[in-house]
């Protein structure tokens, strides 16, 4: 991989022959483009975070899966179908809790399964579908803004939202679904200031969010994500948007740990909570949020913020990446179909693509 740098806010692009991704473990410090030619080197963008966020991994992992592609050296249809599926489960074990991303390398296979084209041709295809992928994300996000700020109240006319992670234009195609809304609402000059809990131990939220949000001047408070329910009892907040990692049937909702205490929070200062999600976020496969493992981060995380050790040593920790939230405290979902309520959700099951 090589470094080379640039000017603008889309996390995923495809140049020429290559990828660039914005490096979102440097930011908000160093703004760098990571240059990445090879499938190999997209796998460990993933797992080290040089990319992250549902729809931005899903887009780099269509790109990862072509990459790999491109160098499958045969013309026998049979093998490269095997290597081109081995290749795609190996991007869907980096991040097996991002829909996205599964939906994303699963739609790439299919779109070349049972074609009888010749290879060079299925390998054409594959690239045409990830750059379909990305234009559709960014119309997506588009229709989620748009919807998400119909759903939003009508009262203050000035809105303040909070925001938890980054669900933005470093996670999708450039433009965001929770930050999207958010985004619309400060276009259609509803202003939406955010407040935009740090969200630890990664710190999506005070690294990412609010950088994003300084590049369109949007007004943007970073407070601690403890402060939260203290905010909303202050009357500070008008609506709490968030993004999903993956959403269940019924509406119960996996997202970045804390997302759970911000619903219970807002419930009880009877707020309302918006989950701003693809549609293909939502895993009609699945009941319930109660099946749902949630994946652990590396016990270091937590005591750590930089270089800075934050517990003595030998204490042991505890650092679940997602919690899941129960759809009874989801005011609605919002799709690029519409903000429903989660009861709901089961009518737009024939629309998964």
């Known amino acids: ?8 806010v889309f996390p995923v692009r495809w140049q020429d022959d290559h990828v660039l991704l914005i490096d979102q473990t440097k930011l908000p410090q160093q703004y760098s483009v990571v240059s990445i ?3 190999e080197d997209i ?5 080290t975070r040089i990319v992250r966020g549902g729809p931005a991994l899903g887009l780099a992992a269509a790109y990862g899966l072509y990459l790999g592609a491109r160098v499958i050296d045969t013309e026998e249809h049979t093998a490269f ?3 081109l599926e081995a290749i795609a489960e ?3 074990a980096t991040r097996p809790d991002k829909a996205n991303l599964m939906w994303s390398v699963d739609h790439m296979v299919e779109q070349v399964r049972h074609s009888s084209d010749s290879v060079s041709a299925l390998k054409a295809r594959l690239l045409e579908t990830a750059q379909k992928i990305q234009q559709k994300d960014w119309e997506i996000c588009v229709a989620i803004g748009q919807h998400g700020l119909a759903a939003l109240p009508t009262e203050p006319a000035q809105l303040t939202l909070y925001t938890h992670c980054n669900h933005g234009a470093l996670a999708t195609s450039g433009f965001g679904t929770s930050l999207g809304v958010v985004r619309t609402a400060w276009q259609e000059q509803r202003r939406a200031q955010v407040i935009a809990g740090e969200t630890r131990p990664w710190l999506q939220g005070s690294r990412l969010t609010a950088w994003e949000c300084l590049q369109e001047q949007i007004p943007a408070t970073v407070i601690t994500d403890s402060m939260a329910a203290h905010c909303m009892q202050q009357g500070m907040v008008d609506a709490v948007v968030v993004g999903a990692d993956r959403i269940a049937a019924n509406g119960d909702t996996v997202n970045k740990i804390g997302t759970y205490g911000l619903a219970l929070a807002a419930k009880a200062h009877n707020l309302p909570f918006l989950v701003a999600a693809p549609l293909s976020t939502v ?3 699945l009941p319930d949020g109660t099946q749902v493992e949630i994946a ?4 270091t995380d937590v005591c750590r913020l930089g270089d800075t050790v934050t517990c003595p040593a030998g204490v042991k920790t505890n650092n679940p990446l997602s919690d899941v939230t129960p759809a009874d405290l989801v005011t609605a979902i919002v799709t690029e179909r519409g903000a429903i309520v989660p009861s709901e959700l089961a009518t737009l099951a024939s629309h998964q693509k």
């Open 1 to 8: 991989m090589t470094e080379t740098l640039e000017t603008h």
């Open 37 to 39: 030619t090879r499938s």
């Open 43 to 47: 796998l460990t963008a993933i797992q």
């Open 81 to 83: 179908l095997e290597r």
């Open 90 to 92: 190996q991007l869907k």
């Open 283 to 285: 895993d009609f496969s």
């Open 296 to 299: 652990q981060g590396n016990e």
